[in-house]
């Protein structure tokens, strides 16, 4: 008799958005779940600790939420301490004795017998022990360990006698009051009031911790290369167009499902018309923002080619974009820093310039957070690590889109782990006792990860999908995906990390939503609509709230004589 797939706990590792919806998933479907974070909260990215003054969600779809629980109505744009509040009361009302806090996972590796053991220390008392798990679900993200340049790491700064703090990004919430008390505000008594904070890094988290500092009167300089693109508006956009399919369908995917996505991309008008719209976007957000025509903050990155792309909304005087055009934070850029100053208050840039340092906030992005719980042995057998790319021979992705690429570096330098769907590493396929959820990089979080989460708790319960046959086909799926990724976005796979780029379904969300409903044999393009109105559907949660009862309806079908 075959051992009923819901035995024994599965383990979650990570109690972020992925690894909340994940849990209730698995325990509405009748699996025992423990999920494991080292935070004191629930929320990850969003959890209380993380959460700092001014952090706003970076979603194009302005929200982010689960069926199971209704967001509060804000009046406005998600603030992070709308998201902290809401993964509190998610993980009180579902997920109440399934969540361990303040433990560390040390060590992830499969058990010789059956399931997995995964090694943690209490972080209060750092005692340690050996936990077994049937199952085993990655939630950890991509945003959760900082990487630090190591030439202007903390290390560098002490050996460089720099006498002010020097933290990441991730840190700015516990040592706010350490940065507020060492640069008072601007115009105090002589010398505090020509103390400054230099940011280094110019994405959503360096503008949004300048901007607190500006408001709190703080003297900021943001110092980098090459800024994120931006989608701004001088008015809110209706639903029918932030809130359907409509700029995932401008965008070029794997697979062009529909006429008319074959008509935007491989035809030569198509083309045209594309890109029209892309370029149109992208200068209306930039006049939106009020920038200056020689404003740095213009040296941005293509919004057409590129992930790193920021949602500003409507222009906002104690924005970050308002706050500079003010005169209120200094931009240095193209810029990058390379060391500190000898004189223990400066920090020494690629051009020559040496600029005042009193803080320095290091926004310099995150590496993998797979690489601490898992040793290269367990990697290696599972397949997570990045690999160099191999040799994929494509002969349908003639897209006219994309056929005027930017500059870009070999792509043999472009690696790449192989993880099929980003949802279950290659390798063990057919084990069906690992997957990951929240490595796929998308603009709508809260609807895919919840999708990923009824994917994943089928391929638990061995129910009925569309799977490779092998190891070796999933293989090569996923390295066909990684060889899309690299000719989609260009260097971006330079940019992430591989514990959320296993798939790059940025404005494409929606077709990948499709391809996993799909795969679990369930009704996809859920928006409805017809041949002229489908692309305009706003994409509700609506449409998922039953997808349990349809899993359960479709098993139920195939179990009768």
């Not at 640069?183 to 607190?212: N, W």
């Not at 969300?509 to 489908?534: A, C, F, H, K, Y």
Request: net charge neutral; proline share 6%.
């Amino acid at each position: 008799m075959a051992q009923d797939p819901r035995a024994g706990t599965v383990g979650i590792i990570g109690a972020g958005a992925a690894g909340l919806i994940t849990g209730y998933t698995l325990l509405q479907d009748g699996f025992s779940v423990q999920l494991l974070t080292r935070d004191r909260t629930p929320g990850g990215v969003w959890s209380q600790e993380r959460v700092y003054p001014g952090l706003s969600i970076n979603n194009v779809y302005g929200e982010f939420r689960f069926s199971p629980l209704d967001m509060p109505k804000t009046g406005g744009r998600l603030s992070g301490e709308d998201l902290r509040t809401y993964m509190d009361s998610f993980a009180d009302k579902y997920l109440k004795n399934c969540i361990r806090y303040k433990t560390e996972v040390i060590d992830v590796k499969r058990d010789q017998y059956s399931g997995w053991l995964v090694e943690v220390e209490d972080k209060e008392n750092h005692t340690r022990e050996v936990l077994k798990y049937s199952k085993i679900v990655l939630c950890t993200g991509g945003c959760s360990t900082p990487f630090i340049p190591e030439y202007i790491s903390p290390v560098a700064a002490k050996l460089a006698k720099f006498t002010g703090p020097v933290l990441h990004s991730q840190q700015f919430r516990e040592r706010l009051d350490d940065i507020l008390v060492h640069v008072p505000p601007a115009g105090t008594t002589e010398p505090e009031s020509t103390r400054r904070v230099v940011i280094i890094g110019g994405g959503k988290s360096a503008q949004d911790i300048a901007a607190y500092l500006a408001n709190e009167g703080r003297k900021v300089t943001v110092v980098f290369e090459q800024t994120d693109a931006v989608l701004a508006v001088t008015s809110p956009l209706p639903d029918f167009i932030r809130r359907s399919r409509f700029l995932g369908i401008l965008s070029p995917h794997f697979e062009l499902r529909t006429r008319l996505e074959r008509f935007l991309h491989t035809t030569w008008v198509g083309n045209k018309i594309t890109h029209f719209i892309w370029n149109k976007i992208s200068s209306t957000s930039l006049d939106a923002l009020k920038l200056p025509k020689d404003s740095p903050l213009r040296n941005a990155h293509d919004l057409f080619w590129s992930i790193r792309t920021n949602d500003e909304g409507v222009y906002r005087e104690n924005g970050f974009h308002g706050l500079v055009n003010a005169g209120k934070i200094d931009i240095v850029s193209p810029a990058r820093a390379t060391g500190y100053g000898s004189d223990g208050h400066s920090v020494v840039l690629d051009n020559g310039q040496s600029l005042q340092a009193d803080v320095i906030i290091l926004a310099t992005g995150f590496t993998s957070s797979w690489k601490g719980i898992f040793s290269e042995e367990t990697a290696s057998e599972l397949g997570l690590s990045r690999h160099a790319p191999t040799e994929v021979h494509v002969n349908d992705w003639k897209y006219t889109s994309l056929s005027n690429p930017p500059p870009s570096h070999p792509e043999s330098k472009q690696w790449a782990s192989s993880i099929y769907r980003g949802l279950v590493p290659a390798k063990n396929i057919n084990r069906r006792d690992f997957a990951i959820n929240g490595a796929i990089f998308t603009t709508n979080n809260g609807y895919a990860f919840e999708v990923f989460s009824h994917w994943i708790s089928s391929y638990f319960l061995g129910d009925k999908m569309r799977l490779p046959a092998s190891p070796e086909d999933a293989h090569a799926a996923a390295e066909r995906n990684a060889a899309w990724m690299r000719k989609r976005f260009p260097d971006m796979l330079l940019w992430t990390n591989e514990s959320y780029s296993s798939n790059l379904a940025f404005w494409t969300w929606p077709q990948v939503v499709d391809e996993i409903l799909d795969d679990m044999e369930l009704p996809s393009l859920r928006s409805g609509g017809n041949w002229i109105t489908w692309p305009f559907k706003v994409i509700d949660l609506r449409e998922i709230e039953t997808l349990k009862e349809e899993r359960d309806a479709k098993r139920q079908l195939l179990e009768q004589p």
